[in-house]
C-alpha cells in the first residue's frame, strides 16, 4: 500500500495548523478527508520555506479538504523529491486535484525522480 510517510491527519483549521506546525521550514503536505479511517488524498504539495503559512493559505479555499497531512523536510530538494514521488504515488493529474506535475524551484535543474518531464 502506498504511504505518504507524513504526520497526521488533522483537521485543516487555522487553529489546527498554528498548533501543529510548530517550526517555520520546508516541507510538504496533502489535502483530503477520511473515509472511515483512510485518508484519501486528493492533493499534494510542498512548501520551499514556509509549510505553515502554506497550509494556512488553504484554509476556507475548497470545502472539500477537510483535514491535511504534513511532514518537514531539511532541505528543499528533498521537499521537490517528496511532492513528485507523492504526485506520482497518488495517481497524478488523472486522481488528484493538482493540474500540473510539480515544479522545480526556481533556480535549479533538479529532475523529477519518476518521470522524464524536465528532460
Sequence with gaps: ?????MN????LTEQKIE???????????AL??????TFIVL???RSDSDL????????GKDSKYKQFKYSYAET???????????????????KLDNE?????????NWNCPRCKIFD
Excluded at 497526521?8 to 483537521?11: K, R, T
Design 52 to 59: 505553515k503559512e502554506r497550509l494556512l493559505s488553504w484554509v
Design 8 to 11: 497526521g491527519s488533522y483537521d
Design 19 to 29: 498548533e501543529t506546525i510548530t517550526k517555520k521550514s520546508a516541507g510538504n503536505y
Design 43 to 45: 492533493y499534494v504539495g
Design 76 to 94: 528543499i530538494k528533498e521537499a521537490f523529491l517528496k511532492e513528485c514521488n507523492n504526485f506520482h504515488d497518488f495517481g497524478e493529474v488523472e
Design 32 to 37: 483530503g478527508y477520511m473515509n472511515d479511517k
Design 100 to 108: 500540473i506535475h510539480p515544479d522545480r524551484p526556481d533556480n535549479t
Design 1 to 5: 500500500m502506498t504511504s505518504l510517510n
